[in-house]
């Protein structure tokens, strides 16, 4: 029989995903952790407690909020490669010329660049012949085209049945062509003196031989060529951008400049276009949100129920001076520190700072408040029962530290207690 200790523990924790590339399991980090917990046994004290059920299941949830606290605060760490709490975004004079996407390092503001569009890069058009809806031009068969992209040629073949009409023909080798995904959108175009087919590239910009991205070709049947489909009404081209001065041409209006940039061309700008990028405050906003939340759910943890007297006075403690300490100041920028109810944030009021040239300012307090969770996330999840209210029986001699070698499995052999 298992106890509902760890029942509890596997239904509540078990599986529960952190962010594995942020609560760290090399070699080096277990042998750091082992020494803290050896170094903590030894000076530790002697207490007495009454294992009860639900003291097992508050010891398990204080371990698990260290665990969190400490995924959260590693992932908002300036070491991390990943660093999300300062967060740069590009921001674009005109974007309905220019879309920018800042893809650089997120720990670093990159320069700011000015762009003109000259020209946007285009596909290739074919246009066929204007034929009318309600009469047949085509002798009924079997008829064909090759298309050649590229280095790649499809012989396409289309059937004309007897009283058939050219509109339903045109609208059936469109699907043809669409169906065999060659890299070419067919449509057909109505006017009023009939209809026509219309070719368009997927891909812009010019060949790497040729001036065409595709072509059309009827050698093995003539009669094809009623299509009209191998006319070239509109040529690809080349985008022609300048950057700081500098002239660039690309075969796509998408364009990735320097590791720093995603350049999206929407249109042409007489004037260059101011790319400048500045801090995110949408996302340092929701990563404060993230860090707040997990600060707040501690101190429920720590305060316990009303109807429970499991709580944790040292935990509470801990976590009220670290947000004096750290936060008390920040009211000003919509933090306000509240010892009852935790820390509150009010999200209008901090985000107009975070547009500002506060926003440094707010980070570096964010993260002396970031470094002593961390710290204090150490501490809970070495030894959890040091948290717990216990009975003090007496104190370790300090001239003759010894090491305790139960202690070590204490928290571990608390979740097997039950076993049978």
Do not use: W
């Not at 003196?193 to 050698?219: K, V």
């Amino acid at each position: 029989m298992i106890s509902s200790v760890y029942n509890y523990y596997m239904d509540t924790y078990y599986g529960k995903r952190y962010n594995t590339r942020n609560v760290s399991t090399r070699p080096e980090e277990l042998k750091k952790l082992c020494v803290s917990i050896a170094k903590n046994n030894q000076n530790s004290f002697l207490y007495r407690f009454e294992p009860s059920e639900s003291f097992c299941k508050y010891a398990i949830d204080l371990k698990e909020c260290g665990i969190g606290l400490k995924a959260l605060t590693n992932e908002l760490n300036t070491s991390n490669p990943d660093y999300v709490m300062q967060k740069y975004k590009a921001f674009s004079g005109d974007e309905s010329v220019i879309e920018a996407v800042f893809t650089g390092n997120d720990s670093e503001q990159s320069d700011d660049i000015s762009v003109r569009v000259e020209q946007l890069a285009t596909s290739q058009v074919n246009t066929g012949y204007v034929l009318k809806d309600d009469e047949l031009d085509f002798t009924p068969g079997k008829h064909s085209f090759k298309v050649e992209c590229g280095s790649s040629i499809y012989d396409l073949q289309f059937t004309v049945r007897e009283n058939e009409r050219n509109q339903n023909i045109l609208n059936r080798v469109g699907a043809l062509i669409n169906r065999n995904h060659i890299g070419i959108k067919a449509s057909v175009v109505h006017g009023e003196q009939g209809s026509a087919l219309r070719l368009e590239s997927e891909n812009t910009g010019t060949g790497i031989t040729e001036p065409y991205l595709f072509g059309i070709n009827y050698e093995d049947d003539d009669e094809a060529d009623i299509l009209g489909i191998d006319y070239i009404s509109r040529y690809p081209s080349n985008s022609s951008y300048y950057i700081n001065g500098e002239h660039y041409t690309s075969s796509d209006n998408i364009v990735h400049y320097r590791d720093m940039y995603i350049l999206k061309l929407n249109g042409i700008s007489q004037d260059a276009i101011d790319i400048h990028t500045s801090y995110d405050s949408e996302s340092i906003l929701g990563n404060i949100g993230s860090l707040i939340g997990s600060f707040n759910h501690s101190v429920q943890l720590a305060k316990g129920s009303e109807d429970t007297s499991l709580k944790s006075s040292l935990l509470l403690k801990n976590l009220t001076d670290i947000a004096d300490e750290s936060l008390k100041t920040m009211d000003i920028y919509g933090i306000d520190v509240d010892d009852a109810e935790g820390i509150k944030i009010d999200s209008d009021k901090l985000k107009s700072y975070l547009d500002s040239e506060e926003c440094k300012n707010i980070l570096a307090k964010l993260d002396q408040f970031k470094e002593q969770l961390s710290k204090n996330a150490d501490n809970l999840i070495i030894d959890p029962l040091n948290y717990v209210n216990k009975v003090l029986i007496s104190y370790n001699n300090p001239s003759k530290p010894y090491f305790s070698a139960y202690k070590i499995s204490l928290y571990a052999g608390m979740m097997f207690n039950y076993y049978l």
